[in-house]
């Protein structure tokens, strides 16, 4: 499947926000939407009014492109998060949430979800003791992810280490500095999920 290759802060300036697509670079003034938050393009200053489609439109398009997942996988992560007991737009939140590469970056083992994608295709993280190189890997309440031993070597993990520590956790996450481990401790709820997602327009959209 193809992946964007462009440039990431085009996307942060098209929804008119940041979308941390550069991990820890986004923090700081050298980010290119402190520079240019004005929507890409020639046209990209528009005074026209958007519709209610649009507004879901860009909902769906920001949660999208948050989690690095293409239309038709989101699709199917919508269709399968509607017909789970619960609220659709948190069962869509907590399947988006508890994919591996996310869990490996909310961990602290990876400075934004793309560097998380790739740490996991290369084949550095192993799950309840049985590797894994799927990106998309949904994990589970009680499931131990760490990094393979054979990788804590890498100049990568030794270099990080500081990073690591310094990272802010949701607290359904639980990670060993020292061991390179983490668990997941139970399901996020909607409020340990990104506050500043919509779900409910996504909802809307798809419903149309």
Known sequence: MSRYRGPVSRLCRREGMKLFLKG?????????????????????????????????????????????VHERQF???????????????????????TRLDNVVYRMG???????????????????NGRQTTVPSHQVREGDL????????KAPYFKNAADVIRGAQRPDWLNVDVDKLTGNVTA????DQMPLELNEQLVVEYYSR
């Open 75 to 97: 699709k199917k992560y919508f269709d399968a998060a509607e017909h789970r007991p619960g609220v659709t737009g948190e069962n869509l939140l907590r399947l988006l949430e």
């Open 187 to 190: 399901l996020p709820r909607r």
């Open 24 to 68: 820890a670079k986004c923090y700081t003034k050298k980010c290119p939407f402190e520079r240019r938050p004005n929507p890409p393009g020639q046209h990209g200053i528009r005074r026209r009014k958007m519709s209610e489609y649009g507004v879901q439109l860009r909902e769906k398009q920001k949660m999208r492109r948050i989690y690095s």
């Open 145 to 152: 992810v760490e990094v393979r031993p054979t990788s804590r």
């Open 109 to 127: 083992f990876a400075s934004s979800r793309a560097q998380a994608r790739q740490l996991v295709s290369h084949g550095h993280f192993v799950i």
